[in-house]
């Protein structure tokens, strides 16, 4: 049931109109609980490197006083990698086009994390 439900919240995610290019829903210890990924990238891949940055990130907010860990933005000129914590147990990422708007990727983003922290 609950796979079933982040699957939908994925599509719902990936058809907003931000120029979302892919998404995923990854756990904190770095696997894969749903993706929208283009077919030339590996999900497990792209979940263990979104577990690794979120935990350093996590050790970076810790050290210098920031709180938790909210957000991770990698700009590229290529495009964005974003991750958005989704309470204690999952992150989403989200890989947008270079002309995304990215407040609005942002935006959607926190919706969809919203969105999984209350299914799980």
């Not at 974003?82 to 309470?87: F, K, M, P, V, Y």
Request: hydrophobic fraction near 45%; proline fraction near 1%; aromatic fraction near 4%.
């Amino acid at each position: 049931m609950r796979a079933k439900l982040l699957e939908a919240a994925l599509d719902e995610f990936h058809n907003t109109g931000c120029a979302i290019e892919g998404a995923a829903i990854v756990s904190m210890d770095g696997l894969i609980m749903g993706s929208r990924l283009p077919g030339h990238y590996d999900e497990d891949r792209l979940a263990a490197i979104s577990s690794a940055i979120s935990s350093l990130s996590t050790r970076v907010a810790s050290e210098f006083e920031r709180g938790r860990f909210d957000q991770i933005l990698v700009k590229g000129d290529r495009g964005t990698f974003l991750i958005t914590a989704s309470g204690e147990d999952a992150m989403v990422v989200a890989l947008s086009a270079n002309d995304a708007k990215l407040g609005m990727v942002m935006h959607e983003s926190r919706l969809l994390a919203e969105e999984v922290q209350r299914i799980l």
